[in-house]
């Protein structure tokens, strides 16, 4: 059974910079695309970036503050999130899965329990 664990979340100041995490267990990362996903409070779950074999795509909101990237020899993506404002503030989640558009996702497993970004003014 494939688990997601998410971490490199925490608490930064607007205009800081973090790096999170996400671990799968088993070789999955390169059947399929992985997506970055965050659910702000009170909001839903949100697809802010995504990795295949062939592409990048990003939220309008995070472009060009943020950099999605995977190594699958290592079972692990990244989510390089610069510049960082209040409004990124969630829970961040990772998924794996085939593209259902240029931002869309089918998921395969299961949620993880995410790493909470705060971003302070």
């Known amino acids: 059974q494939v688990q997601l664990v998410e971490s490199g979340g925490g608490l930064v100041q607007a205009g800081g910079s973090l790096r999170l995490s996400c671990v799968a267990s088993?070789?999955?990362?390169?059947?399929?695309?992985v997506g970055w996903y965050r659910r702000a409070p009170g909001k839903e779950r949100e697809l802010v970036a995504v990795?295949?074999?062939?592409?990048?795509d990003y939220a309008h909101s995070v472009m060009g503050r943020f950099t999605v990237s995977r190594n699958s020899a290592s079972n692990i993506a990244y989510l390089q999130m610069n510049n960082l404002k209040p409004e990124d503030t969630g829970v961040y989640y990772c998924?794996?899965?085939?593209?259902?558009?240029?931002?869309?996702?089918?998921?395969?497993?299961?949620w993880g329990q995410g790493t909470q970004v705060t971003v302070s003014t």
């Open positions: 990795v295949s074999s062939d592409a990048t």
């Open positions: 088993g070789r999955v990362y390169g059947r399929h695309a």
């Open positions: 998924n794996i899965g085939t593209r259902g558009g240029p931002l869309s996702l089918f998921v395969n497993y299961r």
